[in-house]
């Protein structure tokens, strides 16, 4: 969660290719390093601090991923597909 909340207040994630980490950093989205990698870490981190355009992408390719796949109305046709319910009409569509 934390990661997702750091990608929705806009800050580039470098992070360990743990767990599902490297699904979630996918289609650059986030750095991911090995874990256990210290030289890895820095590096990453070097590379995200050294490069404004390599930060915008990141952020950019993350919220659009947020967007799409986290936010509320995505969150809720997932709930209704895994129950078997058609999808929701979305606020977007009402409003």
Excluded at 52 to 75: F, H, M, S, W
Aim: proline content about 6%; overall charge negative; aromatic content about 4%.
């Amino acid at each position: 969660m934390a990661l997702l909340e750091a990608m929705a207040a806009g800050v580039p994630c470098i992070a360990t290719a743990v767990g599902g980490i490297p699904d979630l950093f996918g289609d650059d989205r986030g750095l991911s390093v090995p874990a256990q990698d210290a030289r890895a870490l820095a590096n990453a981190m070097a590379a995200v601090a050294g490069s404004p355009e390599l930060r915008q992408r990141l952020v950019a390719n993350a919220t659009a991923n947020l967007v799409g796949n986290y936010a509320l109305d995505a969150i809720v046709s997932r709930y209704l597909g895994l129950l078997g319910l058609p999808p929701a009409v979305s606020s977007t569509q009402t409003g």
